[in-house]
């Protein structure tokens, strides 16, 4: 009888956390915080090789932003404003999975519209387009550089609040609507 509870204890069904992440939860890396491996699945064994970013990571604050860039080991950042866009250039050079997706930044309170990276000339680089909502505040950010907890190496870029975009097109059309339309305002 002790055995049949036993084995009848012993087989009970295992729970797992199943919970999906509310609507609004980041799921992501967080500098500094080794992944939950209760949520997540285990790390690949190896770690990515030198000279490879593993992530891209936006942040909002106080009407600013903050960009980080992650790798295994260090890495030195440039920066060059080439009109409303600024171009960090690593020296890395290769992009692991993901890393080359846009990050859409537009609709979050930060100067910031788009993120991208992609391989530079020639493949010795990576460069990180930052694109501005505002072309007056394109400017290079602030460095900060730093190995974290987790062992991983990271750059941020700080960005302070930028100008208000105003939406012109919407007071435009109500300015001209008793107004003839311009060459331009025509389609043809």
Request: proline share 7%; net charge positive.
């Amino acid at each position: 009888m002790r055995g049949f509870l036993l084995v009848l204890l012993l087989a009970s069904p295992a729970f797992a956390d199943n919970a999906q992440h509310k609507e609004g939860e980041y799921g992501g890396v967080i500098p500094g915080q080794k992944p939950d491996t209760a949520t997540r699945p285990a790390k690949p064994k190896r770690p990515p090789p030198r000279g490879t970013l593993t992530w891209i990571g936006f942040e909002a604050k106080d009407g600013g932003a903050q960009l980080f860039l992650q790798s295994v080991a260090p890495f030195q950042v440039s920066q060059k404003v080439v009109g409303s866009t600024l171009v960090a250039t690593l020296d890395l050079t290769k992009l692991a999975s993901n890393t080359w997706r846009r990050i859409d930044t537009r609709f979050f309170d930060n100067p910031l519209s788009a993120v991208t990276a992609q391989r530079g000339r020639r493949g010795r680089s990576i460069e990180v387009r930052i694109a501005f909502k505002n072309s007056k505040d394109a400017h290079e950010g602030t460095v900060r550089t730093a190995t974290e907890a987790d062992g991983m190496y990271y750059a941020y870029l700080t960005f302070p609040e930028g100008t208000p975009v105003a939406n012109d097109k919407a007071t435009d059309k109500s300015d001209k609507t008793n107004a003839k339309p311009d060459a331009k305002d025509v389609e043809q």
